[in-house]
């Protein structure tokens, strides 16, 4: 099946500084990926929609100036957590859809998730 | 509004069956997925139903109906590595997925 890499698996940071994590898709293009976020014992949240080449597309309640995302290329999507504090520490999970095998429908594939802890 | 209601938590023996069951009220509907999750994890793909009926892969079976806005995953012969979180959910019109909150599958020997 198809992989997406997620860069830092785990990362802790100081209040007030920035994190930036990578998602990769490593054997197919993706147009589109999507960010979630997911606190302890709590389904996934949708964040994002990231678009190749365009603005991303932000859920409500979530502040674009805080979560910055680029998109950059086919295969690369980013997600900046500017200024990040105590309550911004949880699971982000990134996710790109390809179309499933055998049917017409867009299949999710999961990176690994980054463990973002802010002290 | 959108809607996916799924069992919090549920408790099995090993080598039994178990039935996690799903409903959904969404605007639109372009199929059912359901994923497995593990502790510190990302999800993983288990099945995906757009038509009623089930749909059978080895241990795990997944049915849907409709018109009922129902699903469940159904899982035989449970192992220990079977003890997840099984998350149920659905591609709206704009096929966007809408989740459920996800059951904890606890198994025990």
């Known amino acids: 099946g198809a992989v997406v890499s997620q860069h830092p698996s785990r990362v802790i940071c100081k209040s007030g500084t920035s994190v930036k994590i990578e998602c990769r898709s490593l054997d197919f293009q993706a147009t589109t990926m999507f960010w979630y976020r997911q606190f302890p014992k709590q389904s996934l949240m949708l964040m994002a929609t990231s678009n190749e080449g365009s603005k991303a597309t932000y859920e409500q309640g979530v502040e674009k100036d805080k979560f910055l995302i680029n998109h950059a290329s086919l295969t690369l999507s980013t997600l900046t957590v500017t200024s990040a504090h105590p309550e911004d520490s949880s699971f982000y999970i990134c996710s790109a859809p390809l179309r499933g095998t055998g049917g017409d429908y867009n299949e999710q594939f999961f990176g690994p998730g980054t463990r973002l802890t802010v002290l | ?109």
Not at chain 2, 4 to 24: F, K, L, R, S
Not at chain 2, 35 to 61: C, M
Request: net charge negative; hydrophobic share 35%; charged share 15%.
């Open chain 2, 1 to 109: 509004g959108q809607n996916i209601d799924q069992p919090t938590e549920m408790t099995a023996t090993e080598g039994a069956i178990v039935q996690i069951n799903c409903t959904y009220q969404t605007s639109g509907f372009n199929g059912l997925f359901w994923y497995q999750q593990h502790a510190g994890e990302a999800p993983t793909f288990l099945s995906y139903n757009v038509l009623d009926g089930l749909e059978e892969k080895g241990r795990f079976s997944s049915f849907l109906s409709r018109s009922k806005g129902y699903s469940y995953l159904l899982l035989k012969e449970l192992q220990m590595k079977d003890s997840a979180s099984y998350l149920c959910a659905v591609s709206d019109s704009n096929y966007q997925l809408i989740w459920g909150a996800g059951t904890k599958l606890i198994i025990k020997p």
